[in-house]
């Protein structure tokens, strides 16, 4: 596996990556109507493509596939995590939190979902708050959790 920069051309293989975990990884801690609402299949690649830019995005690719992406903003905001339904387990999201959370100095924040809370638990986050989400009029429940960076200091 090959971790590396972001790179445009990735976006749209990124936003099915996206939506195809959702819709299989996360389908144990949400309703169907949850799902879709979170990941309706109908990104704006513009908007991401920009968002992945202006943040320290990475990848990670096996074989030719993208089997895992993540970003954060220069704040600490740590926005997107997701590894390929296929590729689950294998130390992928781990690698690339590993190298978001070492290129900024501020706390680290995330929001994350039911499924992601024992993987960033485990990391050393804390539950800030629980909170309800709104997404397309349907509510998703997820946790606003911190970690203290180990490089401040």
Not at 33 to 49: C, H, I, P, R, T
Request: net charge negative.
């Amino acid at each position: 596996m090959v971790i590396r920069k972001y790179e445009s051309s990735d976006c749209k293989e990124m936003a099915e990556l996206f939506f195809n975990t959702v819709h299989s990884v996360n389908v144990k801690d949400y309703t169907k109507e949850q799902l879709d609402a979170w990941a309706s299949g109908q990104v704006d690649l513009e908007k991401w493509d920009q968002s992945f830019q202006e943040h320290f995005s990475i990848v990670a690719v096996e074989n030719d596939i993208i089997v895992g992406f993540g970003d954060i903003d220069k704040t600490g905001y740590l926005d997107r995590l997701y590894v390929h339904k296929n590729y689950q387990g294998k130390g992928i999201a781990t690698a690339i939190c590993d190298q978001l959370e070492s290129n900024v100095k501020e706390n680290i924040i995330t929001h994350a979902s039911i499924t992601a809370k024992p993987f960033f638990e485990k990391r050393g986050y804390k539950v800030v708050k629980e909170q309800q989400v709104e997404r397309n009029g349907i509510f998703l429940k997820n946790y606003i959790m911190e970690k203290e960076n180990s490089l401040i200091g």
